[in-house]
């Protein structure tokens, strides 16, 4: 059968999408106008935050969390070698170390028994946060790791980049949604084309902390405040002459070491319209994950899949399968274009340079020889799905 190409995840953008982006694109603003304002209170709305800050990508967004929280250089971090290098390079950025802690083997999440073995093993004071990742979709238990985190004074950082619409229920029962700041200091997310929310490039962070909160404003751009309240100058200074009563209109002030990592409001406005359409996107995540999970269980070549999981977000859906090269190339053959998702991070050569090596991390190692990312986004049609579905038993049953 002559199929066309399936990739392991992909943008949907609908002819709404385009429509938004035009109007915007002939608005009178291109960057920072009002759909980035619009978009930002529309998206701590859906995961139920106080504020949210919209960024140029999801890396920009980790720096400017690892800044805010101020991470300095020597501060030790604990994060997932299962993970995009991004949620460890931000510590990287500050001149902060990196501390790779192993994963559970059946969440792939970062195991917060062997995070906490860590933390017994060093006084006080040596660690200063957490970046958990909600891996794949699937939400960490933040309550657990926020207990944690308050005996030992660490900061949380969640990247929940694969995990808007995620959730987890905590020991009331209540349902905690990915990046909604209860737990976490700060969350980030990522639009970028394969997440569940695309803006070309784009990012988020959430917050409940009002300090925080003000501090990413000026970090996003250069450092820069309009906002008179703030200003630390003299309103003489200001203005060039004596005797003032107010600060000319003109004034703004750096006052501290930012950046420019600013979403255009084209972006926004595109992300706004993405939003809009989340939840449904979810659900149908939610059924393809469902459909993978009763296709492969028992399967003897099988050796774990991410599973139908509550709360779950589904922006991957991976299986651990025997002879991973050979079904890759298989699919590959079949135009099925499967994904590794990661190479544990602690053994990129960046980080081995730093003392990182085999064995570090052993359950994240072996669940890097088996992990496969299959097709998973929402208009992956049934007959498709079953494509997939039907590549992989013929690949091992013929
Ligand atoms: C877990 C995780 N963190 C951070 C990022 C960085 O996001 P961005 O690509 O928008 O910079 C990604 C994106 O791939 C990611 O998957």
Known sequence: MENKAIPYGRQNITDEDIQVVIETLKSDYLTQGPKIEEFEVAFAKYVGSKYAVALANGTAALHLCALALDVKKGDKVITTPITFAASANCIRYCGGEVVFSDIDPETYL?????????????????????????FAGRAVNLEEFRALANEYDLWIIEDACHAPGG?????????????????????IFSFHPVKHIASGEGGMITTNDKDLYQKLL??????????????????????????????????????????????????????????NRADEGIIRRREIALNYANAFKNKPFI?????????????????EAEDRVGLYNYLREHKIFAQIHYIPCHLMPYYRDLGWKEGDNPLSEDYYKYCISLPMYPTLSDKEQTFVINSINNFYIG
């Open 303 to 319: 050796k774990g899949q991410s599973d139908s999981v509550e709360g779950h977000a589904y922006h991957l859906y991976v299986i």
């Open 110 to 134: 970062l195991d917060i028994n062997k995070v906490r073995n860590l933390l017994e093993a060093s006084p006080k004071g040596t660690y200063k946060g957490i970046v958990p990742v909600d």
């Open 218 to 275: 000026m970090l996003r751009t250069h450092g820069i405040t309009k906002d008179a309240g703030l200003f630390q100058n003299t309103m003489d200074f200001a203005a060039g002459v004596e005797n003032q009563s107010a600060y000319p209109g003109w004034y703004m002030e750096m006052q501290t070491l930012g950046y420019n990592y600013r979403l255009t409001d084209f972006q926004a406005a595109l992300g706004l319209s993405q939003l």
């Open 167 to 187: 959730y987890f229920t905590d020991s009331k029962g209540e349902i905690q949604n990915c990046g909604n700041g209860k737990n976490a200091d700060l969350a």
